[in-house]
């Protein structure tokens, strides 16, 4: 499958206002944007892999949806220890009837659980992950996973398409695995755009500003 053709498919989905191979001058603004948020509400340390996740495979595209589209149904957000225990993570649609018959966990938020038997002494991260993007009619061998950036990116990515509205959400999606087409770029975004590992301080978006998503702050 060609990237054209994965493009008309990702377009023909319900509640797709857009899908097109992200501009380079855009990667680097949203990457740039990202990795300066480092820090959520109260201190915590924020690391941001979903995005860098996508960045580094051989496709990039820019997707703006409503809430019609169909987000995949995975953890994203996940508080881990410094022994990679997690010990806290956003909440799926699917996992909402299990976790809320729990009695050993807390709700933070009506999208988020922590697990206070699993908390000791240890310091903690918000680790930022991306999801698996999968479509129907897509061979096999297309690898693509879906991340979902902070408002401020995403309030970027709006503008530069000039979509507006309070249903609209901006996903980065890498994809491994297309047959580039004739004018598509020969060669993977991260090879030619420099894609930040940390906090650059870049724009100074709001510490809170990753987290909106779960209801952890407001949006």
Not at 100 to 113: Q, Y
Request: proline share 5%; net charge negative; hydrophobic share 40%.
């Amino acid at each position: 499958m060609r990237v054209g053709e994965y493009l008309e498919v990702l377009r023909g989905r319900d509640g797709v206002i857009m899908a097109d191979v992200m501009p380079r001058d855009l990667v680097q603004e949203v990457a740039e944007m990202e990795a300066s948020i480092d820090m959520v509400s109260g201190g915590m340390r924020l690391e941001n892999m979903g995005l860098f996740q996508c960045l580094h495979r051989e496709e990039v595209i820019v997707l703006i949806s409503d809430r019609v589209f169909e987000r995949p149904d995975e953890i994203t957000m996940r508080m881990v220890d410094t022994e990679g225990v997690v010990i806290g993570h956003d909440v799926p649609e699917s996992m909402r009837g299990e976790l809320s018959k729990r009695s050993d966990l807390i709700w933070m938020s009506d999208g988020f659980v922590l697990f206070p038997e699993l908390i000791g002494n240890r310091d903690a991260k918000m680790v930022m992950g991306c999801s698996t993007l999968r479509i129907e009619g897509i061979p096999e061998g297309v690898d693509a996973r879906m991340f979902y950036p902070s408002m401020s990116s995403a309030e970027l990515i709006n503008r530069r398409y000039g979509v507006e509205g309070p249903d609209i959400s901006a996903a980065v999606i890498g994809v491994d695995g297309l047959e580039p087409s004739v004018d598509d770029r020969s060669v993977p975004v991260a090879d030619v755009v420099e894609v930040p590992c940390g906090g650059g301080r870049h724009g100074e978006p709001s510490p809170e500003d990753a987290l909106y998503r779960c209801d952890l702050v407001g949006e």
